[in-house]
């Protein structure tokens, strides 16, 4: 298990792996199969994918422990910077088509709205997760500073919940979902930090969760 | 089908679409390959028409109406595969493959409240109310989306006549059909079913409200309110109630099914208006679909000439 994780060829699969949506929506697009309402299409795939993203991004960690698999960390990076790749996208489809690039409306909308503000702070609170995902900012941050604000993925996922709760009319089985899902992984982190500051209450000293070359 | 001397047709008699289909099909098929294969086939499907082809029959003879707008139609592919009917699911494209086998036939409608001839009318009789017209109406969703579809009906008021409301009737209620059986997933949609909706009379009165039947030509499709539904274009998609099977004139507004989910975004008149916003969305601009960048919504959605008068004197922004 350990030498597949390690291998570089894993790593190259699921960046394929990861551009399969992408490709997909492409694919549509060519083909305009994207049904009566592409836009809607593109905007609805783009926000369930950043959502999937958040969620395996933030499942790396009690997998890893859960599973024994430290490993599992050369694909934390990544699957973070494909949620903020699809985010990007998914902003696209709003600045673009909803907004027709028009920045002063959207500043209007994203201050008006309120599923649309907590969906804007997302967005924004994962631009500069994404610019500090080298190893040269970890080293420049600190591990203990850049652990910190990364820390903040944790906001834009319950934010990307709440935008999309907010977003549908009465069926709120989809938006419950992914907040059950980031809930289980929210609270499992909760969990894990009462009972390291309990078994580790008089050396407080956290296992460094941060690994540079992930 | 039993063959029998039909004075005139009557709603189920009508050719099954996949009948005169395939004709067509027969015909264009002859001058390429040889008769004798494509007869073979072409009678396999008239002998076993497939079902749910047997639901979209056509009409004949419709009224052109002066309500038309002359913009540009969406096409049936698209009305049939968006479509907001959260009996049979919530996604978009849940109606059209979850209504396949919804049974229109036989129908009845129940029309009854404050009326001197309460009465319950077949699909047949409610064909004949009328000559049926071609009105080819903006449809505008709550959501922000719009359509042009080419309906098929008459004015309600019609009906309206028949039954002899009594001075006491200040409203009319619509109720849809509601089977859970059929409609399993509708226990999904958060909402209380059946589904009722509401017009005042004078609304109801309106030329522009339409007893639907049919679009494209033909019946309607099951995902888009078989065989009979109202539809005011004046006002957001969901004031348009589908599959009608009561119609109740009565003395207080009824309650109805999205305004009692949450009062404060769908109001009891939801007339379209694009100065007053959704309280989670804009209501000043519309993607058409097939369109891509976004339109300015109209008032009453274009139908100011029509309808405006029913509403002077009241502030629009509290009568949502």
């Known amino acids: 298990m350990r030498s597949l994780l390690i291998s570089k060829w894993t790593k190259v699969a699921v960046f394929l792996l990861c551009l399969v949506p992408f490709g997909e929506l492409v694919w549509r697009i060519i083909k305009s199969e994207l049904g009566a309402n592409p836009v809607e299409f593109l905007q609805h795939a783009t926000g369930d994918w950043t959502l999937r993203f958040l969620v395996f991004t933030?499942?790396?960690?009690?997998?890893?422990?859960?599973?024994?698999?430290?490993?599992?960390?050369?694909?934390?990076?990544?699957?973070?910077?494909?949620?903020?790749?699809?985010?990007?996208?998914?902003f696209l489809t709003y600045l673009g088509p909803d907004q027709s690039f028009n920045l002063s409306a959207m500043w209007k909308d994203v201050a008006k709205r309120p599923f649309i503000t907590v969906g804007f702070a997302a967005f924004v609170s994962l631009i500069p997760l994404a610019i500090t995902s080298t190893a040269g900012w970890i080293r420049r941050l600190g591990g203990k500073r850049w652990q910190l604000l990364h820390r903040s993925i944790y906001f834009a996922a319950v934010c990307g919940v709440i935008h999309y709760y907010w977003l549908v009319k009465s069926d709120v089985?989809?938006?419950?979902?992914?907040?059950?899902l980031v809930a289980i992984l929210l609270l499992w982190r909760l969990g894990s930090w009462f009972s390291q500051r309990r078994s580790q209450a008089p050396v407080r000293v956290a296992t460094p969760r941060v690994s540079v070359n992930g | 089908m039993l063959i029998r001397k039909a004075p005139e047709l009557t709603y189920a008699d009508v050719t099954p679409k996949s009948v005169y289909l395939d004709r067509r099909k027969f015909l264009q098929a002859m001058g390429i390959v040889g008769a004798t294969a494509v007869a073979g086939?072409?009678?396999?499907?008239?002998?076993?028409?497939?079902?749910?082809?047997?639901?979209?029959?056509?009409?004949?003879?419709?009224?052109?109406?002066?309500?038309?707008?002359?913009?540009?139609?969406?096409?049936?592919?698209?009305?049939?595969?968006?479509?907001?009917?959260?009996?049979?699911?919530?996604?978009?494209?849940?109606p059209a493959k979850n209504s396949k086998n919804f049974q229109t036939s036989p129908w009845t409608v129940s029309v009854e409240g404050e009326v001197k001839k309460p009465r319950k009318f077949t699909m047949d009789e409610i064909l004949k109310i009328a000559p049926l017209e071609e009105r080819v109406y903006r449809h505008r969703c709550v959501e922000a989306w719009s359509i042009v579809v080419p309906w098929i009906g008459f004015s309600f008021s019609n009906l309206i006549k028949l039954v002899e409301p009594t001075p006491k009737a200040q409203f009319v209620a619509f109720e849809s059909y509601f089977d859970p059986r059929q409609m399993p997933q509708g226990r999904y949609a958060g909402l209380d079913f059946p589904y009722v909706e509401g017009l005042r009379m004078d609304e109801a009165m309106n030329p522009l409200a339409l007893l639907c039947v049919g679009m494209y030509g033909e019946t309607l499709p099951n995902q888009d309110g078989a065989p009979v539904r109202i539809t005011l274009p004046w006002k957001y998609g969901f004031k348009s109630a589908k599959s009608l099977v009561k119609i109740k004139f009565q003395e207080k507004m009824p309650p109805t099914t999205w305004n009692r989910l949450a009062s404060n975004e769908y109001g009891f008149y939801a007339n379209v208006n694009?100065?007053?916003?959704?309280?989670?969305?804009?209501?000043?601009?519309?993607?058409?679909?097939?369109?891509i960048f976004k339109r300015p919504t109209l008032?009453?959605?274009?139908?100011?000439?029509?309808?405006?008068?029913?509403?002077?004197?009241m502030d629009l922004k509290k009568n949502y």
């Open chain 1, 58 to 90: 933030l499942c790396i960690t009690p997998f890893r422990k859960l599973f024994k698999l430290p490993d599992l960390i050369r694909f934390r990076r990544m699957l973070g910077l494909f949620a903020f790749f699809y985010v990007c996208l998914h």
């Open chain 1, 173 to 180: 089985r989809k938006p419950l979902f992914y907040g059950a």
């Open chain 2, 41 to 94: 086939r072409s009678l396999f499907d008239i002998t076993f028409p497939s079902q749910t082809a047997f639901a979209a029959t056509k009409f004949t003879g419709l009224v052109k109406s002066p309500f038309s707008t002359t913009e540009k139609q969406n096409t049936l592919e698209d009305v049939t595969h968006y479509n907001n009917f959260y009996e049979f699911g919530t996604d978009k494209g849940d």
């Open chain 2, 274 to 291: 694009p100065t007053v916003d959704h309280p989670r969305w804009s209501q000043a601009k519309e993607r058409r679909l097939g369109e």
């Open chain 2, 299 to 313: 008032m009453f959605n274009g139908y100011a000439d029509q309808v405006a008068a029913m509403y002077s004197g």
